[in-house]
């Protein structure tokens, strides 16, 4: 049972979760807010039930750096299953079709840079995106005839690591927005055997690794050691540029003011940068003519 929300601490920072299988992203934000007794709490990117590894969860001031994280590139290495293409591109779904045929190791290897750079991908019918309102899942559970429109994402790298006769692994590095069990139907279709995920790992989210990741049975096992797994607010931030800032010019960050940036280390205009002062994010904004201008501030004491 969850504790009173009087209760509730201020908990501010990331927790890299490695999600388990069989376990939702909310359930997960809600179980790990439980063991912190964390007052307010979010995900950066959902990871689908059947899917394991790296889901960055957010607590307090750390929520107002999802956007920079879900923007970040994903890894993920996954298992596609040959023969069988389902209604929901995974093992979960509802055969759809069927094929005897099976791709050798040559073939697999000549498809695979057709999937590399921009690629034009249809999302699954089974997934998070809203249609007029609805979340296409629901509408395809509902019965309704689900059309989601081709959408242009990029793919870095897909590389084949293991396969046998009827099934093969790969890693595959890509951008915000990019399916991988959209991945596998569409290599399935394109070499003429049909396809689907049986497994799927997630391995990066942004400057999020394994290698920052707890589980959540070791969460479980010992709450009163859960806070030191929280990693700071400015982890979310470490892909952007930083500027260090005086305390007089982060108490004008955090008013909502601009600051002037001198010198020849102050980056360049066209993406977002963060302020820091004295290890602590004071403010994410944009360069503008020599300015930084904050959009989003931060309440964490210096």
């Not at 590399?116 to 809203?130: E, L, M, N, W």
């Not at 690794?209 to 931030?237: F, N, R």
Request: net charge neutral; glycine share 8%; aromatic share 4%.
């Amino acid at each position: 049972m969850n504790a009173p929300r009087k209760n509730r601490v201020d908990v501010h920072g990331w927790i890299v979760l490695d999600k388990p299988v069989g376990m939702t992203s909310t359930h997960a934000v809600s179980a790990v807010r439980r063991i912190l007794n964390a007052k307010k709490a979010g995900h950066a990117g959902t990871l689908d039930p059947l899917a394991s590894g790296i889901l960055p969860l957010a607590f307090g001031e750390a929520t107002k750096t999802v956007p920079y994280v879900v923007d970040g590139e994903k890894a993920y290495t996954f298992t596609v299953r040959w023969g069988v293409e389902t209604d929901t591109d995974d093992s979960e779904g509802r055969p759809v079709a069927t094929s005897d045929r099976r791709p050798d190791l040559t073939e697999i290897e000549a498809a695979l840079p057709r999937f590399v750079g921009p690629v034009s991908q249809v999302p699954p019918r089974f997934s998070a995106i809203k249609i007029a309102g609805e979340r296409a899942y629901d509408l395809a559970r509902d019965g309704e005839a689900v059309e989601l429109q081709a959408r242009t994402v990029e793919i870095h790298s897909l590389t084949l690591v293991a396969h046998d006769a009827d099934s093969a692994t790969f890693a595959c590095e890509c951008g915000k927005g990019t399916y991988v069990r959209a991945i596998a139907r569409d290599l399935g279709r394109l070499l003429g055997c049909l396809g689907h995920v049986t497994a799927l790992r997630r391995t990066r989210v942004g400057p999020f690794t394994l290698d920052d990741a707890v589980t959540y049975a070791e969460l479980e096992a010992a709450p009163e050691a859960a806070h030191e797994a929280v990693l700071s607010v400015e982890g979310g931030l470490t892909e952007l540029p930083c500027v260090v800032v005086s305390r007089d010019a982060a108490q004008r960050l955090r008013r909502g003011q601009s600051i002037i940036l001198r010198g020849r280390d102050a980056p360049a205009e066209g993406g977002p940068v963060y302020a820091a002062c004295a290890g602590v994010v004071v403010a994410v904004g944009m360069v503008e003519r020599g300015e930084l201008v904050p959009n989003r501030v931060f309440n964490l004491p210096l």
